[in-house]
């Protein structure tokens, strides 16, 4: 074994990387359980891989195929209803964790001074795994995906001047047809998860550099924080982590597996009930709630322009909060949580 | 027996336990994705071929069938019977043809030859051709794994 | 001779041959591997052939909704044994994991891994 070890060091020269592991430390303190969140999320992310190419083993991406090969799937391969029902709810428990793990770095203000990039980074990479699902949702092409797909992709059409484009842009024309699933696919499976390999290094490696971040809450104290060893203390308490997470994902995905809706027809009217996954339903809400003019300008272009401001202020926010410790700091975590408040009220409320 | 000195650290017993608990939890998942990964792709117990489609062949003209995912011929004998074959080659599992005026098989990738009764005369060809069994029953001529 | 090691407080030497403790390890890893591989197969074994005919055999009209449940018995008794079998590792592996933890906090607490390093470079704690 030591053989191999040496052979492998007189090659790679990797005592860098495990040297650095070897002494990377974990602060010790109230919040310490919120250094589980961003782990969690690659453990989902390399299930969805996993999972994913498993299915698209299978998987057709053409407008006649795609439903029958998802029913085919589900139906006729050994488990793989299970494999797919592995994929959905992983998606939603990666998603999950995504948003867990902003409000975790959001409320101890870990994106203040020298962090902002990795916040950055962050910002888009919960941007990549909306996308992720919001291209997946389209591929068994269901009635309840294809209606999804045409609410999701009109919306943009609200922005002023580049709306229409990138509309076009998603849909490969003026209507979702065939050409769009494609385009959806080969998102999907080949340009986001080079867009995510790409982000996540960046991510990985500020994370890396700067170190694990002290909350706001404990820096205010002033007292030097006791710390872990991320080798082998923190790692394994995270691999326990995983284990249970893993049991869970499994557990509901056994139980709840998701079924498949009948063909969509591009023809049909829409169907009852339509609504998109969990994660965009505030923004679902929030379109219903705008009236259709307000002060003789489109509602809707109101109501995307709004939340394209709202999502800025979020990307922006290491920059906004300059200075965290004082009131200004304080205001801006009310904010904050007033933010997460409405955005749980509006997710609800369209489900009512 | 004791022995004088322990056989291994309490860490290193540790990080074997969980290391091999691990690697066996792992691999009760292997055989379900492997059973996914390659499905049974299981031939037809039988195909049925309608009489009206070969009771008019001569002998030794044949017919074309499918027998399952693979392509199958159906040969008039001199009595009237019939032989049926699975006309895919011995060799690399190319499709053979069957020149009709030769009463022999071709396979065109390699320039294996068979003969009527699917033996392997010339060419790479290791092996005769498969041959199904073929009875009439009814309107139809059932075709069916021998044996 | 074999490495020096630290057994107990005192320096002693692991003996140089194939030694009684990595055989030992490695026939343990062995059969826990081999069985639960076995075990795997078992539970898989059950539903080949009946598998592909019998497949959809749950009512299915066309063009309405698919339900995915586990359809044939012996894959609904395949998935419950393999999740029986997840939830036995995992408190098990969380058990060995906790102590495993408790130790690693012993040595960071007590310097263990510092004073170790004086008498021999053992990278993997």
Request: glycine letters at 8%; one cysteine or more.
């Amino acid at each position: 074994m030591n053989v191999l070890r040496a052979w492998i060091e007189e090659r790679l020269g990797l005592r860098a990387v495990t040297g650095f592991l070897a002494k990377k430390e974990v602060p010790r303190h109230k919040h310490t359980f919120l250094y589980y969140t961003g782990s969690s999320i690659l453990l989902f992310l390399g299930i969805q891989i996993v999972t994913g190419v498993f299915l698209a083993v299978y998987y057709r991406p053409t407008l006649a195929e795609a439903n029958t090969s998802v029913a085919r799937i589900i139906t006729e391969m050994p488990f793989g209803w299970l494999v797919r029902s592995v994929h959905s709810w992983s998606a939603t428990f990666m998603i999950a964790f995504v948003i867990v793990h902003l409000l975790g770095i959001a409320f101890t203000k870990a994106y203040r001074k020298p962090r902002e990039a990795s916040w950055l980074t962050g910002i888009m990479l919960l941007g990549a795994s909306l996308a992720f699902g919001f291209t997946g949702y389209l591929l068994p092409w269901d009635e309840l995906s294809l209606a999804a797909t045409k609410v999701g992709t009109n919306f943009p059409k609200a922005i002023p001047v580049l709306g229409a484009f990138l509309s076009r842009l998603m849909r490969a024309g003026d209507d979702v047809t065939g050409d769009t699933l494609s385009r959806f696919f080969i998102f999907h499976v080949s340009v986001l998860p080079l867009v995510v390999m790409a982000l996540l290094g960046l991510h990985l490696f500020l994370v890396q550099r700067h170190g694990m971040s002290i909350p706001l809450q404990e820096e205010r104290k002033n007292v030097k924080v006791p710390f872990l060893p991320f080798w082998p203390n923190f790692v394994f308490r995270e691999a326990g982590v995983w284990l249970v997470l893993f049991g869970l994902l499994l557990t509901v995905a056994v139980v709840f597996a998701p079924g498949l809706g009948p063909q969509a027809d591009l023809m049909a009217p829409a169907p009852e009930g339509v609504k998109p996954e969990w994660y965009f339903l505030f923004m679902f809400q929030a379109l219903k709630l705008f009236p259709s003019k307000i002060l003789g300008l489109n509602g809707e272009m109101i109501a995307v322009l709004a939340m394209m401001a709202g999502f800025g202020l979020i990307l922006l926010l290491p920059f906004i909060d300059n200075r965290p410790f004082d009131r200004k700091g304080r205001v801006i975590t009310g904010l904050v949580w007033a933010g997460l408040a409405s955005t749980v009220a509006m997710s609800v409320w369209s489900l009512l | 027996m004791k022995i004088p000195h322990s056989l291994f650290s309490r860490r290193v017993f540790l990080n074997s336990l969980i290391g091999g608990w691990l690697a066996a939890l792992g691999a009760a998942f292997i055989s379900p994705f492997l059973k996914f990964i390659l499905p049974p792709t299981r031939e037809p117990d039988q195909v049925s071929v309608p009489l009206a489609e070969v009771k008019d062949l001569a002998p030794h003209a044949a017919k074309a069938f499918s027998w399952g995912n693979k392509p199958g011929l159906l040969k008039k004998n001199d009595d009237g019977s019939y032989t049926a074959f699975v006309t895919v080659c011995t060799h690399l599992d190319c499709n053979v043809t069957f020149i009709a005026d030769q009463r022999r098989f071709y396979c065109a990738c390699h320039e294996g030859w068979y003969d009527e009764n699917g033996l392997n005369v010339s060419g790479p060809p290791p092996a005769p051709l498969r041959r199904l069994a073929a009875v009439v029953e009814g309107d139809a001529v059932i075709v069916r794994k021998p044996g | 001779m074999g490495r020096p090691c630290l057994y107990g407080g005192h320096v002693g030497l692991e003996p140089a041959v194939m030694s009684e403790r990595r055989l030992a390890m490695a026939a343990i890893a062995a059969l826990v591997l081999l069985s639960s591989f076995a075990s795997g197969m078992l539970e898989t074994q059950v539903q080949t052939v009946p598998q592909a005919p019998v497949g959809p055999a749950a009512a299915k009209t066309p063009g309405q909704g698919t339900v995915a449940a586990p359809r044939p018995a012996q894959e609904r008794m395949a998935v419950g044994v393999l999740l029986a079998w997840v939830w036995l590792s995992i408190a098990v592996l969380l058990g060995l994991l906790r102590l495993r933890v408790r130790e690693a906090d012993r040595v960071f607490r007590f310097g263990l891994d510092r004073a170790a390093g004086k008498t021999h470079q053992d990278p993997k704690p």
